[in-house]
């Protein structure tokens, strides 16, 4: 299996432009989770989703930010228009049960640089 | 509030040596409590999750204990080896299922040879 899969690894933009993140959980998998970690912060669940429907979006800072599961096997969580403290390493992680208290597999992050 | 505290906030050992790091929440009604390893430049990958009603679970060389009375949590590494360096943090979940997660600021360890 290939893991959570997500893209780009890395991605640098200038304040103000779109940015969308991607991930590909487990296939099987029915709850797919987004998460921000920052030296600051840590790392904070932004939204969850099972079977692609969005469950909690409490963690979602402002507006700016949106996540879309359109089938089983893809997400995305966009920022517009993208902050300077927007940067941080965002991982998508799923799991084979629905809500947050089963094992989660982490994706490897995208490091987001907003300049 | 629901807190999840971490020590120390990093932490050295020689190869070899034990250590134990620790986890204290707040967090109520408690579901369960978890141990992540993030390796630098990776993403969390899960190393035990106990409920209120266990409390030593071990992979390998991690031991995690848990006192749902005192609300504390360790994780006891034995004979570290280099590739433990990395972050370790305590994550808890508050009843009922699917309440949000409550994250620790993690402890960096150094192993060193």
């Known amino acids: 299996d290939a893991g959570v899969i997500q893209s780009p690894r890395h991605e640098v933009t200038e304040m103000g432009q779109e940015v969308t993140l991607r991930c590909k959980p487990i296939?099987?998998?029915?709850?797919l989770f987004w998460y921000r970690q920052t030296m600051m912060r840590g790392l904070e669940l932004l939204i969850y989703?099972?079977?692609?429907?969005?469950?909690?979006d409490s963690g979602m800072p402002e507006d700016r930010f949106s996540a879309k599961m359109p089938n089983a096997s893809f997400s995305t969580l966009k920022i517009q228009p993208s902050e300077p403290r927007d940067s941080a390493v965002y991982f998508c992680?799923?799991?084979?049960?629905?809500?947050?208290?089963?094992?989660?597999?982490f994706g490897p992050g995208t490091r987001l640089t907003v300049t | 509030k629901n807190q999840v505290e971490q020590s120390p906030q990093s932490l050295i050992i020689l190869e070899g040596k034990n250590c134990t790091l620790q986890?204290?929440?707040?967090?109520?009604?408690?579901?369960?409590l978890r141990w992540y390893k993030q390796d630098t430049g990776r993403g969390p990958v899960s190393l035990t999750i106990?409920?209120?009603?266990?409390n030593t679970k071990s992979n390998g060389r991690y031991t995690a204990t848990l006192d749902a009375d005192t609300k504390q949590s360790s994780l006891h590494i034995t004979a570290s080896q280099l590739s433990d360096s990395a972050s370790y943090i305590c994550?808890?979940?508050?009843?009922?299922?699917?309440?949000?997660?409550?994250f620790g600021a993690g402890t960096i360890l150094r192993v060193k040879s």
């Open positions: 992680a799923s799991s084979s049960a629905g809500g947050p208290d089963y094992e989660q597999y």
């Open positions: 296939s099987g998998h029915n709850s």
């Open positions: 989703f099972n079977n692609n429907v969005p469950i909690d």
């Open positions: 986890c204290n929440y707040t967090v109520s009604p408690f579901s369960n």
């Open positions: 106990m409920t209120f009603s266990e």
């Open positions: 994550v808890v979940s508050a009843y009922p299922p699917g309440n949000k997660l409550v």
